[in-house]
């Protein structure tokens, strides 16, 4: 029963304006696919089809071949060879049909032998015990019959029914052809408008590719021709290598079942070839049909062990060995996207949307990461991650999660040094919740719970570094006496809620070094308490600052105070807010009062071990501290289309 119409339109009313037109385009655009799948099909084989012939076009032309024969003679051997792969399946299947009723004998005989084994008498036990309960509660229920009356005479017995037989007309010659050539006119229109489009597909390449240009990037014509023609040359390496593999593990097969003896090995060598195309069941719907017909043929279990040891030593060797050296890890699709992807095209057009799901998916993911119109698709379906890795930090201590932040560093500090994850990801990320803080998105209570992440993961990075020691943190020899003293470097916080955790970061490190460290919280150094504070065995003071809200002001007041206070003490001021414009004007800087202004933790080491009057203060080469990407997406080799960055 459908709501009442104030509440429908009370619900359409409640969904944002901005996801109201999407979700009405997709609806379109799947019941369109689905409507159209008798037209869509053929095209999208042929497309695929396009790729995997143009190469072989590509190197025609080279050849001299002219731009048509090219063309022709490509499609030519194509169709030529699915025609001697139709009639050797027809054959192979006609061969097969043909020996059905010996196998049924030999598949007899090994049910009658199960049953004579414990585990078929058992199976037998449990069956009658089934049916005894059956019966026994089908007795207690039937009525009685009713007893004939003494002196009555018994009922006659009831007429026998007239049998009525039917028989059917025989058909018309026009019905009759219709019903022997109908199941072969479809696959044939269907081959026949797959080669008729594969063929201008190849034809007008050129001329689709500016179309699609036109359509998705003509604002920058060199950009986006680099991309199509690196996407398109890419897809066809990639399936052009994926069907070469696939042959090839079908020839091996059928090889290997006819070692073994299985009849019919060309038909199972094909049927696993394209089963190979299906993703997650293709491997073992590719064995259970010479599985069946090998114990069908063979009285014993040998046939069937060796069937089965061939696809458990063959599918895990070309899937996990021989694919990843050919054509990358993966075909850079998620796990989650293969499955749903299966899944959708299944739903959409059957038996052959199963087979295409995972070639259509990685052409709408490469050209997700080509065309910047369809980036949403890789998103939706790529296995890069969905966040760069100071997003994914920055999201993990909104959500209080120090467990999960860890777990994080640990796989970024596989690839760099502790100095370089807290420059290029922690105070990245911190510097996004202090412009959240800014702009007031973010309650005490989230602030706290930042504050208590960070902390917690700063304690246990440091506990990492102690278990597995890092040559970055050698301890200098030549560290004078008085830098080690604890608070021998004052490291001041500012304003913003997230600068104690950036002035621990930079204690930590300078600690590792040899280097005596205090953290001295804003408070402890504001107007008021200015006079009161105590410098202790203070060599150097370094000011963090991750926030820096409109004119610096706070800054140069709070260098006044300090030189007023502890007049002769460098100070250093570290300034990480990325876009700020007092980064790149001298004039505001020096207006600050410092002595040095840096805008990174190395920079800062390197300030206060300069000061120190150390040999480690020679800044390390820059291959020694990798700076960690906005993204890291995995570059896999040449031949993985998927896996390439667009250049730019």
Not at 163 to 182: F, Q, W
Not at 255 to 266: D, E, F, H, K, T
Not at 351 to 370: I, N, Y
Not at 617 to 628: F, G, R
Request: charged fraction near 20%; glycine fraction near 6%; charge should be negative.
């Amino acid at each position: 029963m459908l709501p009442p119409r104030a509440t429908r339109i009370a619900a359409a009313e409640a969904l944002p304006p901005s996801l109201v037109s999407p979700l009405i385009v997709t609806a379109l655009i799947v019941s369109g696919l689905y409507i159209g799948r008798d037209v869509l099909i053929p095209i999208a084989i042929a497309v695929l089809l396009s790729f995997v012939l143009g190469p072989i076009v590509y190197l025609l032309r080279r050849l001299r071949f002219g731009r048509f024969l090219s063309v022709a003679t490509s499609v030519v051997m194509a169709l030529g060879v699915a025609a001697a792969l139709a009639t050797l399946i027809g054959v192979q299947l006609a061969d097969l049909a043909k020996d059905v009723p010996r196998y049924r004998t030999t598949i007899e005989q090994k049910v009658e032998g199960l049953r004579d084994s414990p585990a078929g008498r058992l199976a037998d036990y449990v069956a009658n015990i089934g049916r005894t309960m059956h019966q026994g509660g089908e007795e207690s229920a039937k009525p009685e019959a009713p007893k004939p009356e003494a002196g009555k005479p018994n009922a006659p017995p009831p007429e026998k029914p007239v049998v009525v037989e039917m028989k059917e007309r025989a058909p018309d010659p026009l019905a009759l052809a219709n019903t022997i050539l109908s199941p072969i006119l479809h696959p044939l229109a269907t081959i026949g408008i797959v080669f008729i489009v594969l063929l201008f597909l190849l034809m007008q390449r050129e001329d689709l590719r500016d179309r699609m240009i036109r359509l998705v990037g003509s604002s920058d014509l060199h950009r986006t021709t680099v991309a199509m023609d690196d996407a398109a040359r890419r897809l066809s390496r990639y399936f052009l290598v994926q069907l070469a593999l696939n042959a090839a593990f079908g020839v091996v097969i059928g090889i290997c079942l006819s070692v073994i003896g299985v009849p019919n090995p060309a038909l199972w060598g094909i049927f696993s070839a394209l089963m190979r195309f299906v993703p997650y069941i293709g491997a073992a719907l590719a064995a259970l049909f010479p599985l069946a017909l090998a114990a069908a043929v063979d009285p014993g279990w040998t046939m069937v062990i060796a069937t089965l040891a061939v696809f458990l030593i063959l599918e895990p060797l070309t899937g996990h060995v021989i694919e990843p050296m050919l054509y990358g890890q993966s075909t850079g699709m998620s796990p989650f996207a293969v499955l749903v992807s299966a899944l959708f095209w299944t739903w959409l057009w059957g038996p052959v949307g199963l087979l295409l799901s995972t070639p259509l998916t990685v052409c709408l993911v490469v050209l997700g990461r080509h065309v910047d119109k369809l980036e949403f698709l890789d998103v939706l379906f790529g296995d890069r991650p969905a966040l760069t890795p100071v997003e994914n930090f920055y999201q993990r201590i909104l959500a209080d999660d120090p467990e999960e932040a860890e777990e994080h560093a640990e796989l970024i500090l596989k690839e760099c040094s502790l100095s370089s994850y807290y420059d290029d990801v922690v105070l990245k990320g911190l510097e996004l919740a202090a412009r959240d803080a800014a702009r007031g998105v973010l309650t005490p209570e989230q602030k706290n719970d930042i504050r208590d992440t960070v902390a917690v993961l700063i304690a246990g990075l440091d506990r990492r570094e102690v278990e597995v020691p890092d040559d970055d943190f050698a301890i200098p020899d030549d560290i004078p006496a008085a830098w080690k003293q604890d608070g021998a470097v004052l490291c001041v916080t500012g304003r913003s809620f997230v600068d104690e955790s950036a002035c621990t970061i930079l204690a930590q490190l300078l600690n590792k070094r040899g280097i005596g460290t205090r953290i001295v919280p804003f408070s402890d150094v504001a107007r008021v308490q200015i006079d009161g504070f105590d410098p202790g065995p203070a060599r150097m003071l370094c000011i963090v600052s991750l926030a820096i809200n409109g004119e610096p002001t706070h800054l140069r007041r709070l260098v006044g105070r300090l030189k007023n206070r502890m007049p002769g003490l460098p100070i250093v001021v570290g300034l990480w807010q990325a876009d700020h414009e007092i980064l790149n004007d001298e004039g505001q800087r020096a207006a600050i009062g410092a002595d040095t202004h840096v805008s990174s933790l190395d920079a800062a080491l390197q300030a206060v071990l300069a000061r120190a009057g150390t040999t480690a203060s020679v800044a390390k080469p820059e291959s020694s501290a990798p700076e960690i990407p906005p993204e890291i997406p995995p570059e896999l080799p040449p031949s993985a289309p998927v896996a390439a960055a667009i250049p730019t």
